[in-house]
């Protein structure tokens, strides 16, 4: 036990001694995750909106594959990613694997569905209440998709804080299409792996802390959200 | 079909009881879990008359109204606006305010803002409309208040001043002040009286035989999904000529399925 109270002190140590190589990993790591959340924002959002607020042939195959893409094993999308950034593959020619782009892109096909599905599922929730007014006021169809999604924005907000923390934490997808490399795409998650396997284990832990805090600091903003939602009423 | 044809302005009320009809329904027929809720209604509402529907629970009042509004597809029959089928453009003639009022998630203001912006309204326009519905609401000092926390009868004031906003030529009201105390109702009652000076046309679907009196020319009396008997609205709260209306005016409850002849 005395080795696990040594070994947090120095983690602790590390963080507070605002660590270089500790710093560059939290900044590639939330670099990489905002950039492949945003994006996923702006496809996931409307597509979601579309599926929640209009009626079309084969909506409901669209309602179950997006489910079902939101449990996507993380290294299986790693190894699609791989196959399509690699020498050989589709956009081998633009060179991006083990590259911060490459992470970016393998998040981002892991968070879309995520956001597409959970902003479905609350557009549609809204929309029932709409639609009958929407009909009587002669709403079109953009009108319609852009009025639920800015209605909905509180609610959209917690989704996308959902797909900031299932990319952070995330270690499958960037180690394939990243390589874990030294200073170029080495975020928190892989580099809590190498270390602990290296026996490094303070650094690994001091990862660890900042990860726990970033997910008790995304908690407590959908809580502060949700509370200011409901004050006015727009939850 | 069973006949249940009424022409609303049957009793020859005076004003534009001649006009031509604004509003027509034929034959309207509409089903829902196989069984006929609405059944073979004929109905005019014409310019600038204030038509208000009665009727028990499951009379089918909001049903005749969202087939008039074409919120719902009828089954059968039709549905005229202006003699021509109503269409979505036949629809932006029209306005509706729900029993309970379905206000947007933003301020006030934007949600008058949205209405007419939906429309394609050009900005001067609109602006202008805003200011005569804040003005007419009275809710000027609630403008940037998240609408969804305004009190019940500031919400439905709203609803309805943002139908208003609009420029309807007919506004349909399902049970607006059904929930609210007796000063919210007259200031509903304000503005749709306002709203006919102004030449709109009403049709008021109402459980208060008061608001009835008060508020409408013509009465249509449903039953089963059939109007069972129409005419002048206080001649007909007076001395209703049909079991069901007399039933219901008085209290008791109506159990025998309705008569095709009222």
Known sequence: MDGFWQVLGEAAGLILAWDSDLIEIVGLSLRVTLTAVAISCVIGLPLGAAVGAFRFPGRTAAIVVLNSLMGLPPVVVGLMAYLMLSAAGPLGPLQLLYTPAAMIIAQTILVTPLIAALSRQVVEDCYREYAEQFDSLGVGPLDRAAALLWDARYSLLTVALAGFGRAVAEVGAVIIVGGNINHVTRVMTTTIALETSKGNLELALALGVVLLALAVAVNGAVMALRASAVRMAYA | ?262
């Not at chain 2, 029959?77 to 306005?95: I, K, N, Y």
Request: aromatic share 4%; hydrophobic share 45%; net charge positive.
């Open chain 2, 1 to 262: 079909m069973p006949e249940a044809a009424f022409d609303m302005a049957a009793p020859a009320p005076p004003m534009t009881a001649d006009a031509p009809a604004l509003l027509s329904a034929r034959g309207l027929c509409f089903d829902a879990g196989g069984k006929r809720l609405v059944d073979g209604i004929d109905i005019d509402i014409r310019p600038g008359r204030r038509t208000v529907v009665m009727g028990a629970n499951g009379a089918g009042k909001s049903l005749l109204l969202r087939l008039l509004h074409g919120l719902i597809r009828p089954t059968a029959g039709e549905v005229l606006w202006q003699g021509r089928p109503l269409d979505r453009d036949g629809r932006l003639g029209q306005a509706m305010v729900f029993q309970r009022p379905v206000l947007l998630r933003r301020s006030v203001l934007a949600n008058l803002r949205f209405a007419l912006a939906v429309r394609g309204l050009p900005g001067p326009e609109r602006r202008a409309r805003e200011a005569e519905a804040m003005e007419r609401s009275r809710l000027g000092d609630l403008a940037n208040r998240p609408a969804r926390v305004l009190s019940g009868g500031e919400q439905q004031r709203l609803a309805v001043v943002r139908a208003l906003a609009c420029r309807p030529r007919v506004l349909f009201l399902d049970e607006p002040t059904a929930s609210l105390d007796p000063g919210s109702t007259h200031a509903i009652e304000r503005l749709v009286a306002d709203a006919h000076e102004s030449g709109v046309a009403i049709v008021l679907v109402t459980h208060d035989t008061g608001q009835a009196r008060r508020l409408g020319d013509d009465l249509v009396f449903l039953h089963g999904g059939r109007v069972v008997e129409a005419g002048h609205a206080a001649n007909l709260l007076d001395a209703p000529r049909s079991e069901a209306a007399r039933a219901w005016l008085q209290g008791r409850l109506y159990l025998e399925s309705p008569s095709p002849e009222a």
